[in-house]
């Protein structure tokens, strides 16, 4: 992130932050608009405007787009959406979304689903979307959180590895391969009766 960039997290609480000052939160629709950019990338103006507001006519849905960009933009004093025949976000933000995958690994483990607990109203469509997203970035955390366990308990640092590969079994308790990870590390730490409880879990 360049320095005095705008950074916003979706993973977890959603939020904006200025380098130096407290995060702030982000609105329901605020968050669910700048997720659907930066994981899908630059939009046709007309798909976003029928997604947030589908029971709006198209004409008072990008009225209401550009009041939102508007809004965002002088609440933070940077421009976050850019606003045209495409919908996409300026190059002055950094989403941590976006930048998972390079972050610290205590970072990393506090990170949450995206968009968590937000309330995105009656559309059912973005309701959709948004399953499909979360689905997806957690997919991409998990990944990370496996490479990084492996490549740790290659080096012999057992330890280090073992929340990460917790954390990846908590987001992703359907996963064999995760819970068997698990089970070897405790297994080699001499932690006997934490595998044998990850074995009946993964049995049960």
């Not at 659907?36 to 029928?50: H, N, S, T, Y």
């Not at 198209?58 to 002088?74: G, M, V």
């Not at 995760?178 to 934490?194: E, M, N, S, V």
């Amino acid at each position: 992130m360049r320095e005095g960039a705008l950074h916003i997290s979706l993973l977890g609480d959603s939020s904006w932050r200025l380098p130096g000052h407290a995060p702030v939160q982000l609105s329901p629709k605020d968050a669910a608009l700048i997720a659907k950019l930066a994981i899908d990338g630059p939009q046709a103006r007309a798909a976003v405007c029928e997604l947030l507001w589908p029971e709006s006519s198209a004409k008072q849905a990008e009225t209401s787009l550009r009041q939102r960009a508007s809004r965002l933009s002088r609440a933070t004093g940077c421009r976050i959406i850019e606003v045209g025949a495409q919908v996409r976000l300026s190059d002055d933000v950094s989403v941590d979304a976006l930048t998972i995958e390079n972050c610290d690994d205590s970072v990393l483990l506090r990170t949450g689903p995206l968009l968590a607990g937000h309330d995105l109203g009656d559309s059912n469509e973005l309701d959709r979307w948004l399953v499909g997203a979360r689905e997806r970035v957690t997919g991409v955390i998990v990944k990370a959180l496996t490479d990084r366990a492996e490549r740790l308990e290659s080096a012999g640092r057992l330890r280090d590895a073992l929340p990460l590969a917790t954390r990846a079994v908590e987001l992703s308790p359907l996963s064999e391969h995760g819970w068997r990870r698990l089970i070897r590390l405790h297994y080699l730490r001499d932690d006997l009766a934490a595998a044998r409880d990850c074995c009946w879990r993964l049995t049960a």
